[in-house]
């Protein structure tokens, strides 16, 4: 099984920026794409950014284009999603999840069990 751990949330002023670290564990397949995924209260979890296993392919949703950039380091097994210019409406919970093809994590197709997350709170 995977294990995922989530972290660098925290509370933050409109307009300030977090680092968000995920690191994967376990029995994680030989190569894989990764996904940030958030969820607001009362919303449903939608994708935020992935990244192919080779970084070479990247997905981010219109919402956050711009101001989010998500990067990989293979060799540590770690995912960070670097978020700027942040807004009330990037409040929310974030995870992490992969999947062995990159259009199936774009699809919301996972792998793993999710994680606990980091909550992201943004004050206006």
């Known amino acids: 099984q995977v294990q995922l751990v989530e972290s660098g949330g925290g509370l933050v002023q409109a307009g300030g920026s977090l680092r968000l670290s995920c690191a994967a564990s376990?029995?994680?397949?030989?190569?894989?794409?990764m996904g940030w995924f958030r969820q607001a209260p009362g919303k449903e979890r939608e994708l935020v950014a992935a990244?192919?296993?080779?970084?070479?392919?990247?997905y981010y949703a219109d919402s956050v284009k711009g101001r989010f950039t998500i990067s990989r380091d293979k060799a540590k097994s770690l995912v960070y999603l670097q978020m700027n210019s942040l807004k009330p409406e990037d409040t929310a919970v974030y995870y992490c999840?992969?999947?062995?093809?990159?259009?199936?994590?774009?699809?919301?197709?996972?792998?793993?069990?999710w994680g606990q997350g980091t909550q992201v709170t943004v004050s206006s």
């Open positions: 999840n992969l999947q062995r093809e990159f259009y199936s994590i774009v699809r919301m197709r996972v792998l793993s069990p």
């Open positions: 376990g029995r994680t397949p030989s190569s894989y794409a």
């Open positions: 990244i192919s296993w080779s970084g070479d392919t990247i």
